[in-house]
């Protein structure tokens, strides 16, 4: 069964734009991540947060958490062309790592 | 550095035959190894996950088994395919239960 679920299902923007991704879940978690995966290939790790951080950043990606919503979002700044992909991410929480549906983001140039 | 292959690419098979996909990991030993598949624009649905030699755990009763008949091996097999066994399948890899997993670039199977 999955445990994150992400909001929208699909999200379409602007190059340049800003995308936000958002992944709810309803148990508690030791960590979260976010994956990312291109048509027909594998998922690829972009992100790990841990249960007792709030923020992390790597390159144009910005990931929070809020375990008191538990939910926590995914923001890629200045998109580019080949951000298309789907993002998912995975909750893990004692010994099971379970992912959500995912987030299609197209971006157009 | 650490890769993961995963073979075939592709695969068109019959209703009723077998199947064995094979999944080898490179660069690392003792990893956790895992089976997932994903339905058409869905999430992972995992399938088995194996912490050592012989050791599965399955998450899902099929008619899919898995086996690890060496560190780094992982395959996927089944006696008799069945029309629902068509997806995406992917193996991927982790060195501990909560670190990130390792993705090969999946198997398409149809099943006709």
């Known amino acids: 069964s999955q445990q994150g679920e992400e909001d929208p299902q699909a999200l379409s923007i602007q190059e340049g734009e800003n995308a936000t991704m958002n992944c709810s879940y309803k148990?508690?978690?030791?960590?979260l991540q976010w994956y990312r995966q291109n048509s027909g290939r594998g998922l690829v790790h972009l992100i790990l947060?841990?249960?007792?951080?709030r923020e992390k950043h790597s390159g144009r990606l910005r990931v929070t958490l809020d375990t008191s919503k538990k939910s926590s979002s995914l923001l890629i700044t200045a998109s580019r062309a080949a951000d298309t992909a789907s993002y998912f991410c995975?909750?893990?929480?004692?010994?099971?790592?379970?992912f959500g549906a995912g987030t299609r983001l197209t971006v157009k140039p | 550095s650490q890769t993961i292959h995963q073979w075939p690419a592709t695969l068109v098979q019959p209703v009723g035959s077998p199947l064995s996909l094979e999944c080898t990991v490179e660069?690392?030993?003792?990893?956790?190894l895992y089976w997932y598949r994903q339905a058409a624009g869905r999430g992972l649905q995992l399938l088995f996950y194996?912490?050592?030699?012989?050791?599965i755990s399955s998450e899902v009763p099929q008619n899919l088994s898995a086996s690890r008949p060496q560190d780094r091996q992982f395959i996927l097999s089944s006696k008799k395919l069945l029309l629902s066994d068509s997806g995406f399948y992917l193996c991927?890899?982790?060195?501990?239960?909560?670190?990130?997993?390792?993705f090969g670039d999946g198997t398409r199977l149809s099943i006709l």
């Open positions: 991927a890899w982790s060195s501990q239960n909560d670190q990130p997993q390792h």
């Open positions: 148990t508690s978690i030791n960590n």
């Open positions: 194996s912490v050592g030699i012989g050791q």
């Open positions: 995975a909750t893990y929480n004692n010994n099971d790592m379970r």
């Open positions: 660069g690392t030993s003792n990893p956790n």
């Open positions: 947060i841990r249960s007792n951080e």
